[in-house]
């Protein structure tokens, strides 16, 4: 067998591991039937409330990470979230009722120790995105920054580009917390989506 015959027997299989790989995680449009995902996120929005925007300084792409890194959480709180993962046509939910208080944080009845954590590990053991990422992100790769009104409430709105993803925080005026999230292929298909349940 020739030198050329043998790295063909070797060249061959990793082309097509890596093609195989590569075709499993492109975006679910490449692949999947983009209809059954391009589901209404939210209930409809409206610009913010003048009167609940009274003080508060206008935001732009340019400012949304100062003012985000200026907004405190409570220490205590209790809140119930929808978490939903769309793929390929499918998709699973699951109902997260979380709680933060006298340093214990409480997920579906496990209690965790959150003395010693910050808002990145208690987001991750709640299984919910940190707004706080937005602080690491590029200026650059900030599409979109406003406050909205919907369901009741007033938000910060911004969208980020992420890696391979387009990411949605509604960010509460109220309460400092991430109260929906939506992550998005480039295409507009949602993949992910995180909601407060009222």
Known sequence: MSLRDRLLWVILPIVGIAAFLIWLFLPIEIHGDPNILNVHPLPSASPA?????????????QNVQSVVASLSRPKSYSRTYSVTLYWDG????????????????????ETFDAAEKNADEIDLLARIPTYENLLDVSPAEIRSADYISFDGGQYIRVRYNGLMYIHEYFISIESGLLEHALKRTNSGIIVYRMSLVK
């Open 49 to 61: 409330d003048s009167a609940a925007l009274e003080g508060l300084v206008e935001l732009t792409p």
């Open 90 to 109: 499918d998709s699973s939910s699951e109902t997260l009722n979380v709680t933060l208080s006298d340093n214990a944080l409480t997920i579906n009845g």
